[in-house]
């Protein structure tokens, strides 16, 4: 098994494993694309690492906002590494939220990429505890010594850059001394998703992170080098941070980092990705934009032709794959064969559609209170429906209300659990119980170890007979529907009776009702309200759909693209 006990030690074991090999790889604005070896990084991060000790972090709150970079990563890893606390901030919050979070966390130092400069420079004045400002500059990327260090309460990543080259160049015989890594005090705040009266405070240590690394190792080993990942979702999301940034320098692996969502078709010809990690809205929403393709250049036939080909030689260990679907996987950059997904239910069709084209997908679990992966499928696995057997080091236990129930409450125990919430001991002692965390989804393990996840708690709906509802379930099936973009289900007992109501909040895919003739409202509603008919079918009758609702506006969502249910109504 891997051995790693601090994040840092990542670092140094693949400057030493992968010397002259591409860490990261990224676009300069107006340049070509840059690219960073794992030996050449490691004394950069050890720069801001002296200079974060010389301004004191040690102990202190360092909040990182902004979009994915090598200096957000590196102001990451150098403020943990210096005995500090980082605070990644989600950049998609309101202003208002952004000031209450670092007020919250009572935070010394903000570092924030230049899309902010003008929040910050506006209301700085109500972060009384913020002594410093640290601005990036995404186009920005320089290991000289040009600048000189400044002590303002504004100032900017290359100034602080200054001062580590400075420290640095008068180190003695012995050069970089790591600071003492206490792998077990909190080094990572997290802020849940949600307002900041509704968010809680993750509080995860070093030991937590590296738990979930070496949890990772033996399950996606069948990567190497010469693997390419391509970073697409938001950094601040420790799903991303610990799955697409840190894991992969297990192998070896090159990050690639996009220039965004807007970006990522560009981007995936330009980096040629082997494997990307993604939630499932994401990969559903590839998927269609596939087939639309595919639909507008009138190759349906073709492809479903070849997909009933392909499926039939695969059983005879024919792979043509490759050959039949070039072209679609050309689309995607050529090379990529691995989707890793998690942060949301996962419709076990997607996972077959993508394995028909030579995709494989291995569905990850995980809650950002177990930093975040308890389980993940195997890379030379398959099973669509499930999300993993438990990775090494952590048991996954499922807490039944009555004996004979098939699903129950998934609580888990490993050395990947956070310490509790900041500032929050009774809401803490409310989800841990003699290191037992209570994740609030419900599932079941089958007798192979595998988990299988059936919704969250939070969001079941008691249906009239009193049997639970999990509305993922119901959206998976009518997400299938083409006229739908997007839909949440919800349970409403309108009249007050006990007479639960299921009903389906539809945003219409306008695109497809345009194709389909569908111009007005009512004749949207009737097509989709025809098609949910026909969808109840496949579900018992406590799971019908009672009504639909049209809505026009997208809902509302996290960074990390997932639907803010607790707006819906």
């Not at 490691?42 to 902004?66: C, E, H, N, R, W």
């Not at 992966?373 to 099973?383: H, M």
């Amino acid at each position: 098994m891997l051995e790693l006990n601090s994040i840092y030690g990542l670092f140094e074991r693949g400057a030493k494993l992968y010397g002259a090999h591409p860490l990261y790889r990224f676009n300069k604005e107006k340049e070509d694309m840059v690219s960073v070896n794992y030996d050449e990084y490691l004394p950069f991060l050890q720069k801001m690492t002296l200079a974060f000790s010389q301004l004191g972090v040690k102990d202190q709150k360092v909040v990182v906002m902004g979009e994915t970079t090598v200096q957000w990563i590196t102001s990451y890893v150098a403020t943990v590494t210096a005995g500090g606390v980082i605070v990644p901030l989600d950049p998609g919050v309101l202003e208002d939220e952004i000031i209450n979070f670092i007020n919250l966390a009572e935070a010394k130092v903000v570092v924030y990429s230049k899309t902010f400069e003008k929040l910050f420079a506006e209301r700085g004045n109500e972060l009384k505890t913020v002594d410093m400002f640290v601005e990036t500059d995404k186009s920005t990327f320089t290991l000289t010594t040009d600048g000189v260090y400044e002590a303002n309460r504004y100032t900017s990543f290359n100034n602080i850059l200054a001062l580590g080259e400075y420290l640095y160049s008068n180190l003695g015989e012995d050069g970089f001394v790591l600071p003492e890594q206490d792998i077990e005090k909190m080094s990572v705040l997290l802020f849940t998703s949600g307002t900041t009266g509704t968010s809680k405070g993750v509080m995860l240590s070093q030991k937590n992170i590296c738990a979930v690394m070496k949890g990772i190792e033996p399950t996606l080993n069948v990567l190497t080098p010469d693997d390419s990942v391509m970073s697409v979702l938001p950094i601040h999301h420790t799903y991303e941070m610990s799955a697409g940034i840190l894991a992969p320098m297990i192998y070896g692996c090159t990050i690639n980092i996009s220039d965004g969502i807007k970006y990522v078709a560009k981007n995936m010809k330009q980096f040629q990705p082997t494997i990307m990690t993604l939630v499932p809205l994401f990969a559903a929403t590839l998927y269609k934009t596939i087939m639309k393709s595919v639909k507008k250049q009138g190759k349906e036939k073709t492809l479903k032709t070849g997909v009933r080909i392909s499926n039939f030689l695969l059983k005879l260990h024919v792979d043509l794959r490759k050959r039949l679907f070039a072209q679609v996987l050309e689309a995607l950059g050529g090379r990529l064969k691995y989707f890793v997904i998690g942060g949301a239910a996962l419709n076990p069709e997607l996972v077959d559609n993508f394995k028909s084209l030579g995709i494989h997908i291995s569905q990850g679990y995980g809650i950002t209170e177990c930093a975040p992966l308890i389980s993940v499928i195997d890379l030379k696995d398959y099973n669509p429906a499930s999300c993993g057997k438990a990775m090494p080091g952590i048991q996954v236990m499922i807490d039944k209300e009555h004996p004979d129930d098939l699903t129950g409450e998934i609580v888990v125990k490993g050395e990947n659990v956070m310490l509790g919430y900041y500032n929050a001991p009774e809401l803490t002692a409310e989800v841990l119980n003699n290191g037992w965390f209570r994740t609030g989804d419900y599932g079941y393990v089958d007798s192979k170890g595998y988990i299988y996840i059936t919704g969250r708690k939070k969001n079941i709906i008691i249906a009239s007979n009193g049997k639970n509802v999990f509305p993922e379930e119901i959206e998976e099936y009518i997400g299938e529907i083409p006229l739908v973009e997007e839909v949440v289900v919800v349970g409403r007992d309108e009249k007050k009776n006990g007479e639960v109501s299921i009903v389906a909040i539809v945003v219409p895919n306008k695109e497809e009702c345009e194709a389909a003739g569908l111009t007005d409202e009512e004749s949207i509603y009737n097509a989709i309200y025809e098609k949910v008919t026909e969808t109840n079918k496949r579900l018992v009758a406590y799971k019908h759909i009672n009504q639909v609702e049209l809505r026009n506006e997208p809902f509302e969502k996290t960074a990390a693209k997932k639907i803010k249910r607790f707006l819906v109504k």
